[in-house]
């Protein structure tokens, strides 16, 4: 995993930072323990998330006070802080240096893990949009380099930056009719939106130009991730083209959702999952 720190200067030495981590011994699996075994103190295990999870609790981002989401409110500390990016960065990267710790650990420790007080910090007082795309490996340098011009020329778009943006490389796999590496390995980009939650839904200009050039075909290829903010703009602004996202792979799972539910008894309500332009099964 590699961390790219965008508010800092493109020369900079700390701009990239990189953790390689290997498992000792068996891959790890998921347990209901109450022993927490990660090199981050405090992070849950995946058994506690689980119960959390199942257990109906609201999510804290739910429970914030009406005024720190409400367009015109009196303004927040979070607020003030995300009007200097590269002050917000800095700060950030001190709570992230504990995951970068390059070595081999048993299993699980070798995961890299956000605590759980890192977690109520980020849910509870800074809201943000996570985006993230993959890459075909081949447009990979063309791509990064238009990024790096956005960011760093004459636009200076890194002012729409807080957090760093993390970097990984997936390599491919021929199961998944739907997943972003279906064919090919692929480089992901994972990016994230402090500032449009801590100025009341203000537009973030400088990363929405970066996130447009992402999908532009400067990058062409680029998938983005089904769980994760973006394709809701995207589909209503330029109209979703699964053959256009997922190549064969799109009408291969239509095939397959045709077999399986042929009366569409669990068909969605999104317009989307459509496959009546495909040739037939």
């Not at 007082?125 to 760093?152: H, I, M």
């Not at 002012?159 to 199961?175: H, M, N």
């Not at 400067?218 to 083209?241: E, I, L, N, P, Q």
């Amino acid at each position: 995993m590699y961390c790219w720190w965008i508010t800092r200067r493109r020369d900079a030495a700390d701009a990239l930072w990189h953790s390689s981590v290997q498992w000792e011994g068996a891959p790890p699996q998921p347990t209901t323990s109450a022993h927490t075994p990660f090199s981050v103190a405090g992070a849950l295990t995946d058994g506690q998330l689980a119960a959390a999870l199942a257990g109906g609790r609201e999510p804290a981002i739910s429970l914030q006070p009406l005024q720190r989401t409400q367009r015109g409110a009196p303004p927040t500390p979070n607020a003030v802080g995300v009007a200097f990016p590269r002050a917000f960065g800095d700060v950030t990267s001190l709570g992230m240096q504990p995951m970068f710790t390059n070595g081999s650990f048993p299993a699980r420790n070798a995961i890299i893990a956000e605590s759980s007080a890192l977690y109520r910090m980020q849910t509870d007082g800074f809201q943000y949009d996570q985006y993230e795309v993959s890459l075909p490996l081949n447009v990979v340098g063309t791509c990064y380099t238009a990024l790096s011009e956005k960011l760093y020329g004459q636009e200076q778009r890194w002012r729409g930056f807080r957090a760093p943006a993390l970097l990984r490389f997936v390599r491919g796999e021929g199961e998944g009719l739907l997943s972003p590496t279906q064919g090919a390995s692929r480089a992901y980009i994972n990016i994230e939106d402090y500032v449009r939650y801590q100025t009341f839904g203000a537009v973030n200009s400088d990363f929405q130009a970066i996130w447009a050039t992402l999908r532009s075909p400067t990058c062409a290829g680029s998938r983005m991730h089904w769980g994760k903010t973006g394709w809701a703009a995207d589909v209503h602004s330029s109209g979703f083209h699964g053959t256009g996202e997922y190549g064969d792979g799109w009408c291969a799972f239509g095939c397959v959702v045709k077999r399986v539910d042929p009366t569409g008894k669990f068909r969605s309500t999104s317009p989307i999952w459509n496959w009546d332009s495909c040739p037939a099964c």
